[in-house]
């Protein structure tokens, strides 16, 4: 199988809102909700793919031919490159019922780990989706990244205790999360965290705790307040505000805000080894992709995963040794330009 035929498999049976596109930008699932698309008129989602195609790398091949080192130290785990699996949830909402949020995560975690990197697992309202993202996560000794979504304290609380039973390497929060039109007015209540809820969560965590949903600097700052290790510079896809900039935007001055003090993650519309490159010129010490890797969940299970991370895995070493970076540290930001 190569990725051609994960995305003809995907095409049919991930339901009616997806189309499996050749490339996923955002334009023909536009403001699908339910579905993969983004809140309004789906303007975010659409942007945060087309401001990384605005960037451009900078070819240099007069330098030493070395081997290509996409290795990446973090939290005190290796991993084989720098990205990961973004949290999904409601797949069988979003998508088709061929899966469920629990079986998606059995698959997900399992083939991230067997291929070198690590899966952030989603969260939502059924209890199930977390209890069973974090056994998942324990068959692999605690490799992945579990998402809480921000519920009120008794019930993180309650999601904390599967995190830390699973030995997770970290966890996350996806603050923006409140965001979502179908998590509005539910039970468990969801919403805003301020800087001292924020600490307290970061506090009973008891492993590095990441800070989803990070926008601009006054966010990045309150996160590091509140005791996070990490963030993601993320605007959950566009599904969750209509009109706000790219992440390919704002990465650059939150890189050099708060780069020094805590890992920078990004995702929104990264879609190639090349994207993957440009984000780590810009400051970020890795990269989450979603929407893709449902896809090829749904063309190929573990082995549909396995073949898009060998294509994101290939392009990037491809332009680190075009552009002559031989390793993560040697990617510098005169390496592309707007």
């Not at 997806?18 to 309004?40: L, Q």
């Not at 970020?284 to 969940?297: E, K, Q, S, W």
């Amino acid at each position: 199988m190569n990725y051609k035929e994960v995305l003809e498999n995907a095409r049919t049976c991930i339901g009616n809102y997806c189309k499996a596109c050749n490339v996923c930008n955002g334009i023909v699932c536009k403001n699908s909700i339910p579905g993969p698309g983004a809140k309004g008129v789906g303007d975010t989602a659409i942007r945060n793919y087309q401001k990384w195609q605005e960037i451009r790398v900078n070819m240099d091949t007069l330098c030493e031919s070395r081997p290509v080192d996409t290795t990446l130290e973090l939290f005190g785990q290796t991993f084989k490159y720098p990205f990961f699996a973004g949290p999904v949830g409601a797949v069988n909402m979003h998508y088709s019922d061929k899966y469920s949020d629990m079986t998606y995560n059995d698959i997900l975690v399992s083939a991230c780990m067997e291929n070198g990197i690590a899966a952030f697992t989603g969260d939502g309202t059924n209890p199930k989706v977390m209890e069973s993202a974090t056994a998942a996560i324990a068959k692999v000794n605690g490799r992945g990244i579990p998402t809480i979504k921000p519920w009120n304290m008794d019930t993180i609380n309650e999601k904390m205790d599967l995190v830390h039973k699973a030995a997770a390497i970290a966890v996350a929060m996806d603050i923006d999360a409140a965001g979502l039109p179908f998590l509005k007015n539910m039970t468990p209540p969801a919403g805003g965290k301020s800087v001292d809820e924020l600490r307290r969560i970061s506090e009973i965590a008891g492993v590095p705790f990441i800070v989803k949903g990070i926008m601009n600097i006054k966010g990045a700052q309150k996160a590091k307040e509140a005791g996070a290790k990490a963030i993601v510079v993320s605007n959950h896809g566009g599904r969750v505000l209509d009109q706000c900039p790219s992440t390919a935007e704002v990465l650059p001055e939150i890189a050099a805000a708060v780069g020094s003090e805590m890992k920078i993650l990004v995702d929104g519309g990264i879609r190639s080894g090349t994207d993957i490159f440009k984000a780590l010129a810009l400051g970020a010490d890795g990269v989450l992709i979603c929407r893709p890797f449902v896809t090829a969940v749904y063309g190929g299970e573990k082995e549909g995963v396995k073949i898009y991370i060998e294509k994101l895995a290939e392009e990037l070493k491809d332009t680190m040794a075009m552009c002559g970076a031989f390793s993560l540290s040697e990617i510098t930001k005169d390496m592309v330009r707007r």
